[in-house]
């Protein structure tokens, strides 16, 4: 197999004239290595290893416990939720970082399967992220059948299986495998005619892909910040609950940063009002503080410019991948369409595993997915 580390003169030109080329000057990506892996891990942004410098020595080393106050620690999981806010569009006060996707996902669903009282399933498709699924059967282990169960059919029965029993209908947007995107306004318009509240699992899509959560009406959803936002190994995810059900939440892991007079330390649980309540343990603050610089990049471009990058540099890569020969032994997993899939390349082989190893080897990052897929391209804000 060839790789290309010398792309012809007019890529190179196509890249100097673009108007995002600057921002990979934010990233700290190794020279000697070609980083095809966002949507797993994304990389350091220069402005996050100094944040992560400065809350070390400076705030926690100096300024100790006051640092709550003094450097706004308390404040950060809506600091940095704000700005994914504007992200995933959706207004203020509707979005906050804590936890991560499992436990995010675990507290959304029991809201709404308290806000549905008289319907008991919970529906997903077979192919949604594994962990998700493993966190509704944990619920149905927990809540028993009769209040909770899970059902799960593939893609295209989808619509068919929204009926009244459905309490709720949670989905990744982005398939993990193939990159497979769902019509989130579609869908969402399509349960909500039936009665269902919609989660939706933005984890391969938020940051790289255009949404609209208030304008679509979609009533949760959940994502992590590792990925496309950059937020390091780890990073919090974030919570996003449409202002029309703030009043009906009721989440079941009742922390004392989600009650109303945390500091109180009333032995009575008072929900606080709106987001807050969905609040746990103490915030992480060093990884916090870390996806709260990332989350900087992209105070100065848009989706939609990072999404336009994005499908240009895919069909590039598709082109190439097309006219050399060698390549031809690659099946494209993937949609052909840029606007039927998320920011990735899936291709299928027969020892997709050891091209995966021997392309890192090389210095080639790349992601495998089993048993046979190599995610040879995917994007976020350091690519551009």
């Known amino acids: 197999m060839k790789i290309f580390n010398t792309p012809p003169q007019e890529i190179r030109e196509l890249d ?43 705030q926690w080393g100096k300024d100790l416990i006051a640092s709550w106050n003094k450097h706004a620690w308390i404040d950060l999981p809506f600091i940095a939720g704000e700005k994914i806010a504007k992200i995933i569009g959706a207004a203020e006060h509707q979005l906050v970082c804590c936890d991560s996707v499992s436990i995010n996902l675990l507290k959304v669903l029991a809201c709404c399967l308290q806000m549905q009282p008289t319907r008991n399933i919970l529906l997903s498709q077979k192919e949604n992220f594994p962990t998700d699924l493993y966190v509704a059967q944990g619920l149905e282990a927990l809540l028993g059948p009769t209040r909770c169960k899970l059902k799960t059919v593939a893609e295209p029965e989808l619509a068919n299986a929204l009926d009244k029993d459905v309490a709720v209908l949670f989905l990744s947007q982005v398939n993990f495998r193939n990159g497979d995107r769902h019509d989130i306004e579609k ?118 410019d990072i999404n336009r990058k994005a499908n240009a540099l895919a069909e590039l890569f598709l082109d190439l991948v097309k006219n050399d020969e060698d390549l031809n032994c690659l099946t494209l997993e993937s949609k ?40 040879l391209y995917t994007s976020d804000a350091a690519d551009e």
């Open 187 to 304: 869908i969402s318009f399509l349960a909500r005619e039936k009665g269902i509240l919609v989660v939706w699992d933005l984890s391969h899509s938020v940051g790289v892909l255009p949404l609209k959560m208030d304008e679509w009406e979609v009533d949760f959803a959940i994502g992590c910040g590792y990925k496309y936002l950059n937020g390091g190994p780890g990073a919090p995810a974030f919570i996003y609950a449409n202002k029309k059900n703030h009043a009906a939440i009721k989440q079941p892991i009742q922390g004392w940063m989600g009650h109303r007079e945390p500091f109180t330390f009333d032995p009575d649980y008072k929900n606080a009002a709106g987001i807050a309540q969905f609040l746990t343990g103490t915030s992480p603050i060093l990884s916090l503080a870390v996806l709260d610089s990332a989350l900087d990049i992209f105070t100065d471009i848009t989706i939609i």
């Open 16 to 58: 100097q004239s673009d108007t995002l080329s600057a921002k990979r000057n934010e990233f700290l990506v190794p020279d000697d290595i070609i980083y095809l892996n966002g949507n797993s891990l994304g990389p350091l942004t220069k402005n996050s290893q100094q944040r992560a410098q400065e809350v070390v020595f400076e």
């Open 336 to 375: 052909a369409d840029s606007t039927l899939r998320g920011s990735q390349l899936a291709f299928s082989h027969a020892d997709a595993y050891g091209i995966s190893r021997a392309l890192n080897k090389a210095d080639v990052v790349v992601d495998f997915r089993s048993p046979n897929i190599c995610l």
